[in-house]
């Protein structure tokens, strides 16, 4: 019997990270360059520990290993195998992230033998004025497109997007995009770490050395098109669940709490991720309860049959395949 889970954040220094995740969340970091906390992975290399109840110690992996129907759900294992098919993470961008795009599942297979990656961005906090890029702000040719990233001139071409707390953003796969300077966000993705990077600003690394940038791989891979497509319009109803995006590898649900809420998950055959994106919550089901406060995520298994949060004033992010 799995109980609620929850797992020791997976800390990941970054050129253009900054200390909102110590500040705000009190994630255990001492570096002042933390850009993203890792908080559900099985990524080669970065897989989550639980960090609670009986369990403490286990991985992730391992859990999947002797428990795949038990923890994911049936139709996800006949999907997705025993793999986590979902990596979350909170990133803090003190500084503009590279501008960057993610392969398709097709591409990705066949270059790097990986999921390609679809993912969503949760607006957490933002700086006056913060902005994200997202896509081209016209169509654009591939002769366009290459002329401009060889005469460094790209960010002529690119949509930008000022953003507030709460602005929901999905990013398709051949979509360029970067998160701008002062935003911190919660991001759903999925389990992939493949990224091609297109322009970074001419930066250096701490050794002097500008990074590695994927010219030619993104060629094939980017949406020249100008897609209207990304941002995402919710329902903001208190005690209930409103969809925020529903899409073949993740459906995310906003969930606003003034009260009790208990939700039904016996037909859901599919794990439950809660991420806390504002206040504190308390998640109990028939296996155990977990708190949960703003910058936490926990993990039910697809066993679970009943969900009871209680809370006045958590924003809840639910995330189910």
């Not at 060889?150 to 990013?171: P, Q, R």
């Not at 001419?202 to 891979?221: F, I, S, V």
């Not at 599919?270 to 089901?285: D, H, P, Y």
Request: proline share 2%; glycine share 6%.
């Amino acid at each position: 019997m799995i109980h609620p889970l929850k797992f020791k954040p997976i800390l990941k220094e970054r050129l253009w990270g900054g200390t909102k995740l110590k500040e705000v969340f009190g994630k255990p970091i001492e570096s002042d360059i933390t850009g993203e906390s890792w908080e559900l992975s099985t990524v080669k290399g970065d897989i989550s520990i639980v960090a609670n109840g009986s369990l403490e110690g286990r991985s992730l992996q391992d859990l999947i290993d002797s428990n795949a129907e038990e923890l994911l759900g049936k139709s996800v294992v006949e999907r997705f195998g025993k793999e986590f098919p979902i990596l979350i993470k909170f990133i803090d961008a003190k500084q503009d992230l590279s501008i960057q795009l993610h392969p398709n599942d097709a591409l990705a297979k066949e270059r790097h033998n990986s999921f390609g990656k679809t993912e969503m961005w949760y607006i957490m906090d933002a700086d006056p004025k913060a902005e994200l890029i997202v896509g081209f702000n016209k169509d654009v040719t591939k002769e366009e497109y290459a002329e401009s990233v060889a005469n460094d001139t790209l960010l002529d071409l690119l949509n930008y997007e000022e953003v507030k707390e709460g602005d929901t953003f999905f990013i398709n796969t051949g979509k360029i995009h970067a998160i701008g300077a002062g935003v911190m966000l919660a991001e759903i993705q999925q389990t992939s770490d493949v990224t091609y990077r297109v322009f970074d600003f001419n930066r250096k690394d701490k050794d002097g050395n500008l990074r590695e940038l994927h010219t030619d791989l993104a060629l094939d891979a980017v949406d020249y098109e100008k897609k209207d497509d990304f941002k995402v319009a919710y329902g903001h109803d208190k005690n209930k669940v409103n969809t925020m995006v529903d899409c073949p590898y993740f459906k995310t649900n906003f969930i606003e709490l003034t009260e009790n809420l208990d939700v039904d998950t016996a037909q859901r055959d599919s794990f439950t991720i809660f991420m806390c994106v504002g206040g504190e919550a308390k998640i109990n089901t028939a296996e155990g309860e977990v708190s949960i406060k703003s910058g936490e995520t926990a993990l039910l298994p697809a066993s679970t049959q009943k969900i009871s949060l209680q809370s006045i004033g958590a924003k809840l992010l639910e995330v189910t395949i």
